[in-house]
């Protein structure tokens, strides 16, 4: 899904509440999310769940992407101990 926001994708709460049905329809078709508005300000965003679960995949793979890159880092900069050390540390918390 495109992250470039269109002025016909942001509604105020108080829209959707009154057409839910046909936000949701449009919202499937389109397969892009809606940006809710209250006071005038972005609140929520709708998406369908299939771009919800590919989104949390995403931000899961890239945490494990920054964690080796991390490690890798300390390894690096001799910040790093035997596997068995850590090991028999981490058994003993």
């Known amino acids: ?6 002025m016909n994708e ?5 829209d ?5 049905s046909a936000h ?4 499937r ?3 892009r999310a809606e940006i809710l508005t209250q006071h005038g300000r972005p609140s929520l965003a709708v998406m369908p769940a299939e771009e919800y ?3 949390i ?8 992407i920054e964690a080796v ?9 001799g910040r790093s101990k035997p596997a068995l050390e850590a090991i028999r540390e981490w058994e003993t918390l």
């Open 69 to 77: 890159r991390i490690g890798l880092e300390a390894a690096e900069a």
């Open 1 to 6: 899904m495109p992250l470039d926001l269109r």
């Open 24 to 27: 949701t329809a449009r919202i």
């Open 57 to 64: 995949d995403a931000a899961e793979y890239l945490d494990g």
């Open 16 to 20: 959707f509440v009154r057409n839910a």
């Open 53 to 55: 679960e590919r989104l």
């Open 29 to 31: 078709q389109t397969n």
């Open 10 to 14: 942001i509604f105020p709460i108080s």
